[in-house]
């Protein structure tokens, strides 16, 4: 394997170069745009793209040319996106509407008349291209459901070379389907590997060649788990295991061979003229190379910007040249494309530098003069009125790059470009280990150095942005008019970020649960989730799809790697009462009067996570109230107690923040936030007035920030730090993140950082003092009744009714599957009142506008 390799004094210059960089920007680093033009993201990550970049309000997912070279049919999570290539202006947005966009899949046939489409759904969608080159939407070819139920999920698509036939990647079938475009109908259907994700015929239609996100099917015996419906091979962690390329012969429509290559095997590139074929493995930070004559990897190529670094460039796409020579890979986790020479006579390909790209770059395409590049997260959730100060993370704006092809002093500009702005020395630096000798302190400076804690608890609720807590607390950067659970609701939250620190520039990394708990367990999350937001067909991962995680696994795996002990209280477990259809009222009552006839069955898809967690804790339910959760959690804590024994780290899930909207029967937004409040209290509490508390850390963060505004950015969230050495009543204003968190934790508990993503975040020493308040934490009582519940729907008025049957229509059986924006406007209303006006203003792509562009709102939910 082989990458870019550095010299002793290159790294000495980026060091200093990168320092400049990062000290002579203002302090603190906020997210967001910069004067200079550049953009600092939630990852912290900056964003300086080559060339000329185009934003529009999508998640970018793939392209194709047409044949003239003209135009560029950019497929996002809405539709498709017609750039002109020569004025690099959009000329079109044309919108699929509801069900939205596959991960992947656009082609455009070879006279350049016809353009196919692949949805969320069973549907193969022509677009027809008009005389004056706007397109238009054309007939809808179903693909076959699958036998396990549901939709097909159509991803990847080639066309033959008369532009007859359109080979049609059935993801959730796990097969290819031939499709008779005159006929408008599949022919045929081929079985292949689990999770299909692209495909490229032969030049003479006989051979297909398909890399499988979830590789071979499993032999007898092998671990495994389910990924929507399919069994995949995983390894001990549960994470997926394998990665193929499936070899079809079209003529005997069967595959002939199933070659191995890396995990997440995802975009391919075919150089038939040269017998090869090139494979981006995503999870494991390569690109293999096949000889096509002899169906054998010939060649591993190592795409990091350091053969040192960990994982994390996450290559998800390719691009190569004309003439073979020349290989472009999108390094979605480097934000940039790694520029590969290919060495076919030898076998030792060299990554010769790297094109600065926006954030995380899911697809390339060349005509060989230029480099086009599609960026996925683009410049992050930032409303494109930049006048308006308020953004909800939904805002996506995403980017297409025209970059002319660099020579070698420009792809050295690049090159040094790119490790700085992907902090690439940080990474570095993170994984150094120090001397004996040291004394403990709160957070080490090192790996490996003593820290004064030994204990760290780990909490995770649900959805809640700075502003909709904190807006009102009266300090730090805090915006009131945004603020709707306030200190009336969250008593404890308010008690904690006034006596401990309050933290007013800390972001969540991600949008929605589906990527939230993976940035908080894996302090990262795969290409496999990020093309996904088109429309979570497969999954929505919650700890339930193999083929969603990170191939560095989970902060527990780590932790148990270094022999320390962990616990886990809830988190990725969907429980369900017994009986299965007790009311909330039923579980609060039983809970309140201490009956305790209500049991709780416990469904958690990683093994690994299973075994280490407290059945008698619910996970995900919102008929189960976070007081009961925090009463499982002080009984087991005083069990720990008498044992004189403690895990070295605790996870616990508070979901109840969530809230159910306003549906009749269930608690009102207030009460389940001030259940919530009171379990986070009552929690602190327990752990202060411990035997532990001299040595236990306490992190409190929110998986995402989805339902709620932000007058900085739309994934500000809050974040608590508790513990005896937790400075008192300050403000801390440096940036952080979920991963922060996470590197912290890893400092604390001498583990080395999970990943690049976890590697390159700031760990939070700001945050403490070597000099510890011992001084327990009492919690505070609620003061918004518990059971205060939403009212029937008979008693309600007519815009009270029109909320209420919305919110009967949420989705609660797992995190976070309402539409972000009906569930704000809810939460809204119902706090401030349905008079109130919606802050507009403040609202993302999914609130504003939602008519024209196509989404899911109905007529009666537009815009107040």
Same mark, same amino acid.
């Given at each position: 394997m082989r990458s870019c390799d550095m010299t002793v004094i290159q790294r000495l210059l980026m060091v200093l170069v990168g320092l400049f960089v990062w000290f002579s920007s203002s302090v603190p680093q906020q997210v967001g745009p910069r004067p200079e033009g550049s953009h600092f993201v939630a990852t912290g990550q900056l964003l300086r793209p080559a060339g000329e970049s185009l934003q529009f309000g999508g998640r970018p997912v793939d392209m194709a040319l047409s044949p003239d070279k003209r135009t560029l049919y950019v497929k996002d999570n809405r539709g498709i996106v017609v750039v002109d290539v020569e004025t690099w202006k959009m000329r079109q947005e044309l919108l699929v509407g509801r069900g939205g966009s596959s991960m992947h899949g656009i082609a455009v046939s070879p006279d350049g008349s016809r353009v196919y489409f692949s949805d969320a759904g069973s549907l193969l969608r022509e677009v027809v291209v008009q005389p004056d080159g706007s397109l238009q939407w054309g007939k809808s070819i179903e693909m076959p459901r699958p036998d396990i139920g549901g939709e097909s999920y159509p991803c990847g698509i080639a066309l033959s070379t008369d532009g007859n036939t359109a080979y049609v990647l059935l993801s959730r079938s796990n097969s290819l389907a031939v499709v008779d475009l005159r006929e408008g109908k599949v022919v045929a259907q081929i079985p292949v590997g689990v999770a299909p994700f692209a495909v490229q015929v032969s030049a003479d239609g006989r051979r297909a060649y398909v890399s499988n996100w979830g590789g071979r099917h499993p032999r007898s015996g092998e671990k495994t788990a389910t990924t929507s419906g399919t069994p995949a091979v995983v390894d001990a962690r549960g994470v997926a295991a394998s990665g193929t390329v499936s070899v079809i012969d079209l003529q005997a429509k069967t595959v002939i061979a199933e070659i191995e290559v890396g995990l997440q095997s995802s975009g391919i590139a075919l150089d038939e003229a040269h017998s090869r074929l090139y494979v981006a493995n995503a999870n494991s930070d390569t690109v293999g190379v096949i000889d096509t004559s002899t169906l054998r990897v010939v060649e591993t190529i190592s795409v990091r910007p350091d053969a040192s670094l960990p994982f994390g460039s996450m290559p998800n796409a390719l691009a190569l040249t004309p003439d073979g020579n020349t290989l472009f890979v999108a390094n979605g986790g480097n934000n940039a494309v790694a520029v590969v020479r290919i060495d076919r006579r030898r076998n030792r390909s060299r990554v010769e530098g790297f094109i600065p790209a926006g954030w995380y770059p899911g697809a390339v395409v060349t005509d060989g003069k230029r480099l086009f590049v599609a960026n996925i997260k683009g410049v992050g959730s930032r409303n494109p009125q930049p006048e308006q100060k308020g953004w909800n993370v939904y805002r996506f704006l995403g980017t297409v790059q025209r970059v002319a092809m660099p020579n070698r002093q420009q792809l050295a500009q690049y090159s040094r470009r790119v490790r700085q702005d992907a902090r690439v020395l940080q990474i570095l630096r993170a994984w150094e280990r120090t001397q004996s000798g040291k004394k403990p302190v709160p957070v080490p400076e090192k790996v490996g150095e003593p820290s004064v804690f030994e204990h760290v608890v780990y909490i995770i609720k649900e959805n809640r942005t700075y502003d909709q807590v904190f807006g009102a607390i009266g300090k730090g950067d805090s915006e009131p008019s945004l603020c709707i659970f306030g200190r009336e609701v969250t008593p404890n939250h308010h008690a904690l970020a006034d006596q401990f620190v309050l933290l007013d520039n800390y972001y969540c990394n991600g949008v929605n649960s589906a990527d939230g708990h993976a940035w908080s367990t894996e302090g990262n999350v795969t290409a496999y989730i990020e093309r996904s937001f088109g429309g979570w067909t497969r999954s929505y991962p919650f700890g339930d799809d193999p083929l969603a995680y990170s191939s560095t696994g989970f902060i527990w795996d780590h932790v148990l790697a270094a022999g320390l002990s962990f616990r886990n209280y809830g988190e990725m477990d969907y429980a369900e009462p017994i009986p299965p259809d007790a009311s909330f009222t039923d579980i609060y009552q039983d809970f309140v009067k201490g009956t305790r006839r209500i049991r709780f069955t416990q469904n958690i898809g990683i093994e690994n996570l299973r075994r280490y967690s407290c059945r008698e804790y619910p996970g995900w339910n919102m008929r189960i109230p976070d007081v009961l959760r925090a009463e499982v959690f002080l009984k087991e804590l005083k069990e720990f107690e008498r044992k004189g024994y403690f895990p070295n780290l605790v996870i616990i899930y508070l979901p109840q923040d969530h809230t159910s909207g306003t549906q009749p029967g269930m608690p009102t937004p207030r009460a389940h936030v001030a259940d919530n409040d009171l379990a986070l209290g009552r929690i602190v509490e327990g752990i202060s007035k411990s035997k532990f508390w001299a040595k236990t850390c306490i992190f409190v963060i929110e998986d995402d920030p989805q339902d709620g505004f932000d007058h900085v950015d739309g994934h500000r969230s809050l974040c608590l730090v508790i513990s005896p050495y937790t400075k008192r009543g300050a403000v801390v204003s440096e940036f952080y993140n979920q991963s922060s968190v996470l590197h912290t934790i890893c400092r604390?508990? /001498?583990?080395?950082? %999970?990943?690049? %993503? &976890?590697? $390159?975040?700031? #760990? %939070? =020493?700001?945050? !403490?003092?070597?000099? @510890?308040? !011992?001084?327990p934490y009492t919690a505070l009582p609620n003061r918004v009744p518990l059971d205060e519940l939403n009212p029937p729907l008979s008693s309600l008025t007519p815009q009270q009714r029109h909320?209420?049957?919305? =919110?009967?229509?949420?989705?609660? *059986?797992? @995190?976070?599957?309402?539409?972000?924006?009906? $569930?704000?406007?809810? $939460?809204?209303?119902? &706090?401030?009142? &349905?008079? +109130?006006?919606?802050? =507009?203003? !403040?609202?993302?792509?999914?609130?504003?506008?939602?008519? +024209?562009? /196509? $989404? #899911?709102?109905? @007529?009666?939910? *537009?815009d107040d």
């Open positions: 604390i508990l /001498g583990v080395p950082p %999970m990943n690049q %993503m &976890v590697a $390159l975040a700031p #760990v %939070m =020493s700001t945050c !403490f003092t070597e000099k @510890p308040d !011992f001084t909320w209420a049957e919305a =919110s009967l229509r949420l989705p609660l *059986e797992k @995190p976070d599957r309402a539409e972000e924006d009906l $569930l704000n406007r809810i $939460l809204w209303h119902a &706090v401030r009142g &349905v008079d +109130a006006p919606y802050p =507009s203003e !403040f609202a993302g792509a999914h609130g504003k506008g939602l008519a +024209a562009r /196509g $989404l #899911v709102l109905t @007529p009666e939910e *537009e």
